[in-house]
């Protein structure tokens, strides 16, 4: 049994347009490119339908993963968090302290993290050093590059 995983509707709403996309359209081609190679004759020897196989196994793997997200996935509702405290799904703008950077960043579920859009995971160093924070608490996170000062500024929902 898998535990469960918080997402946004449209983080949710993407897994399940993925496992549709490879159920309605891979999984068909897949099964088209095995009839085919089965054609071609002797399957003992047949390399094309060893690898259209192997692509089908893959495929299913990854459509029951995707499937076993979903059935476990929960729903936040963001109208019902405290916007006081850096939480899951808050933006928060922080200052380094050493170089005197500001940079901004949304907590959002693992699965829906994006570093270039500044999508940084719950589980990430960062977010974990800020989380339960309020505005102007300093804090000191421990990153692969060392020990590094944040000021907390602002968040928001």
């Known amino acids: 049994m898998s535990e469960s995983k918080y997402y946004t509707e449209e983080g949710l709403k993407h897994l399940q347009e993925e496992v549709s996309q490879l159920i309605s359209v891979e999984r068909p081609k897949i099964s088209q490119q095995i009839a085919e190679a089965r054609d071609k004759g002797d399957l003992s020897e047949n390399a094309e339908y060893d690898a259209a196989k192997e692509a089908q196994g893959l495929l299913e793997l990854r459509i029951s993963k995707l499937q076993t997200k ?10 019902k968090m405290d916007s006081s405290k850096v ?6 703008t922080v200052k380094n302290l050493k170089n ?4 901004k960043y949304a907590i959002v579920p693992e699965e ?4 270039k859009q500044a999508r940084i995971s719950v589980e990430s160093p960062i977010a974990k050093g800020l989380l339960g924070k309020e505005v ?3 804090v000191e996170i421990k990153v ?11 968040i928001s929902r």
């Open 100 to 103: 005197g950077a500001i940079m």
């Open 87 to 92: 939480y899951l799904l808050c933006n928060v």
């Open 70 to 79: 979903i059935a476990n996935a929960r729903i936040i509702d963001e109208s």
């Open 144 to 154: 692969p590059a060392g020990t590094v000062p944040f000021e907390i500024i602002n």
């Open 112 to 115: 829906e993290s994006d570093l």
């Open 136 to 138: 102007g608490d300093k």
